[in-house]
């Protein structure tokens, strides 16, 4: 019997991640929406991309929750955008009712899934998560590092000429304008970046990097869905095949780094049951400052969330 794999939201998030997911053939995948008819839709025009791309999973939508009993893993995808007009504190109320509802309804009926958490505001989002399932905090966490360092070795990439599978990329901190990209435990065929760009260049593409969601926002009009799908198949897999994938993924941090009590992007070993350890890297004092300021950020979203 094949796992399964609970996608809440069918956007495009969402549908991006149930198509990686299905090519990968390992796991049976629902995908579940409030609006209805969108991800039975979504989920049949998948399934019969199957005999073509060669895999044979089972993909099926719904709108109640019942058909997500016994999954493995649920990603969470659903939220809102933030519109015109609307404030942080908007967008947090909204997308923390939402996260909590999900988890809520998905949780009970799979006790023992890892949630991997994709709503912004990220760090923040898997703080609802956590205090609403019950779960221990080593099977809840977000889907930050990943992204963020995909968008480092492409930019890395570009910048050299090389192939981005020779690049290797290190990203710390919350999944936002703070994140802090280490160009000094980045790589490129295990040659640290810092030997073969200049400061300037290095600086510019962290800047690109720390601005790589809204980069695409202001050319799209929406968020991106491609590289942050392939992030969150990447954890997936990871899970399912107990692969212990050394991945950036937001995990809650109990003493580590000198935080505690937080949800904060940083190295850990990934597979079967969540995060196995945190690895916590030698930082320089400037370095392991912009973390600290990072994680400010983000527990000044967590605090905001108790007077809402």
Excluded: W
């Amino acid at each position: 019997m094949r796992p399964k794999v609970t996608i809440v939201g069918a956007g495009m998030v969402g549908s991006t991640t149930a198509q990686y997911l299905a090519q990968r053939n390992i796991a049976d995948i629902v995908l579940i929406d409030i609006v209805e008819n969108l991800p039975q839709g979504k989920a049949l025009d998948l399934l019969e991309a199957g005999p073509v791309l060669g895999y044979d999973c089972l993909v099926s939508g719904a709108n109640d929750y019942a058909a997500t009993a016994n999954s493995d893993v649920i990603v969470i995808t659903s939220g809102s955008p933030r519109k015109p007009g609307m404030s942080r504190d908007d967008l947090l109320r909204v997308n923390m009712n939402i996260v909590r509802s999900v988890v809520e309804q998905a949780a009970p009926l799979s006790p023992n899934a890892v949630i991997i958490v994709v709503t912004n505001p990220l760090d923040a989002m898997c703080h609802v998560a956590l205090e609403t399932s019950g779960f221990p905090a080593a099977r809840v966490v977000g889907q930050a590092g990943v992204l963020d360092a995909a968008r480092f070795r492409a930019f890395v990439a570009q910048e050299l000429g090389v192939s981005p599978r020779d690049v290797t990329a290190c990203v710390l901190g919350g999944h936002g304008d703070t994140m802090v990209p280490l160009p000094r435990y980045s790589t490129v065929a295990g040659i640290p970046v810092t030997a073969l760009l200049p400061q300037d260049r290095i600086e510019a593409i962290v800047e690109r990097t720390r601005d790589g969601g809204g980069e695409i926002v202001r050319l799209l009009g929406t968020s991106a869905y491609y590289a942050p799908g392939a992030a969150v198949a990447e954890m997936v897999e990871a899970v399912l095949l107990d692969e212990n994938r050394v991945l950036a993924c937001s995990t809650y941090l109990t003493g580590q780094y000198g935080i505690t009590d937080l949800y904060v992007g940083v190295p850990v070993v990934l597979g079967a049951g969540g995060v196995k350890r945190v690895i916590e890297l030698e930082l320089t004092e400037e370095e392991r400052a912009a973390l600290h300021r990072s994680a400010d950020a983000v527990r000044t979203l967590v605090e905001a969330m108790r007077n809402l």
